[in-house]
């Protein structure tokens, strides 16, 4: 069992595209309204029985897509002349952003950030959570709210695996999958907002100021296109007519059912909690922009030594060597204790990952214990006792201290044990992960990720 994006279920039966169409839900409430309609959705969930064995449990709001940029605030389909955005490899995704008046550029999701860095994109467009978890906030500070996709999320499991329970339990199991939907909602919109706080904690403006009609005009020669059967023109007469109701709910003052937490936000985190993330967030940059200039002063001591080896033969330029040998001590140390803080370090988790969710979550918490003990009682305390041991050598042919070179130990080590004791934090406040057996579905078709 698992949450699968609806582009991907999209690929697999070509009447979802309906829910992944621009301006295709008015609000929350109105998609709420839809999924909550079986005689509306139940032929898709079921329709992936047959060819890929995948049973679509239920749908869930999974935010909406906006655009951001590095250059200005978006407020008409004029503002994005010229702006080149990252969309999906889809085509229906490149035409949408065309017909919003900017130049769609197809790429992987793992290229993004460096492309918005040096200039290859402008933009993108996603919602708050992932300009945030993707550092997406650093490099396109304005983020404008055109509301352009309501892109849902499915809870699918094995048609094989949900057949074969006892008629009992798989009575129970669906019983509690609206409960599961609420639970995520509740989830992803306190998320969202705290996304939101983050980025514009880190510099990011947000911008309502939107002429969202004018992209909807815009956009409607796509969805037109799109509803070409009679399956897709059905279900897009269902979303047109929860929009209608759902506005007049809105009009009469009446609350229609919508997902958890949409309404009331769940209380602000604690404060602690917020400050530590805050903290991290911040030595995260420092570190990132130190290693950035260690790396960028050994290219150059490095190009000098061979510019003066080959080209311009000078004396006594050994000591480009032994300070770029010390430079690249600095750097891979600190460089090492920043891939810590990301969880970007390599990890053999195949055991682990089959153990249940309490148990991965005592693993996490043990492993990132054993780092920081290693940290401290290593790099901290061995690492300090030989710097101070050699504080009063000097490196030859440079006028430093050797115990300069050992101090990035100690200083490497406490920056680990810092990030381990975030970590844990982080694992024990948070719910304990839900692991997916790869064996369960068949997904062989999965493509590219679908944020």
Known sequence: MMYIAGPVLESFNKDFIVFNLPYMFDSPEAQAKVFADDAVLGGLKTSLEDSKKITVLGALHAGTWNVYNAKHAIKSPADMAN?????????SQVQMIKDMGGVA?????????????????????????????????????????????????????STTVLKGMPEADRKALLELVPGAVDQANTGFLQYAADSKK??????????????????????????????????????YDAVQKANVEASRCRDAGRALRRPAGIADLPQ????????????????????RWFCIVLFVVLVMLVTWQVFVRQVLPLPNQEWTEVLARIVFIWQG???????????????IDFLVNKLPGGGVKVMQILAHAIVA?????????????????????VVQLLPISQGVIYLALPIAGGIIALYSAIH????????????????????????EESI
């Open 83 to 91: 702006l080149k955005i990252r969309v999906q490899q889809s085509d």
């Open 105 to 157: 550029s197809p790429m992987g999701q793992g290229e993004v950030y460096t492309a918005l860095q040096s200039g290859v994109l402008d933009g993108a467009e996603n919602n708050e959570t992932v300009f945030n978890a993707l550092k997406h906030d650093e490099v396109a500070k304005y983020y404008s709210y055109t509301r352009h996709l309501m892109i849902p999320d499915y809870l699918v499991m």
């Open 198 to 235: 983050a980025s514009q904690e880190t510099g990011a403006k947000f911008n309502d100021d939107v002429d969202v009609a004018a992209f909807k005009a815009a956009t409607s020669g796509l969805v037109k296109a799109s509803i070409n059967t009679p399956v897709r023109q059905a279900l």
């Open 268 to 287: 602000e985190r604690n404060p602690m909690l917020n400050a530590l993330e805050a903290f991290k967030r911040g030595l995260d940059v420092f570190l």
């Open 333 to 347: 140390l600190i460089g090492a204790a920043y891939v810590i803080g990301e969880k970007d370090d390599v990890a």
């Open 373 to 393: 003990f290693f940290a401290v009682w290593v790099m901290c305390i061995g690492g300090g006792r030989l710097a101070a041991s050699t504080m009063d050598d």
């Open 424 to 447: 844990i934090i982080h694992t024990i406040v948070n719910p304990a992960p839900t692991v997916v057996d790869p064996n369960e579905m068949d997904l062989t078709d999965l493509q």
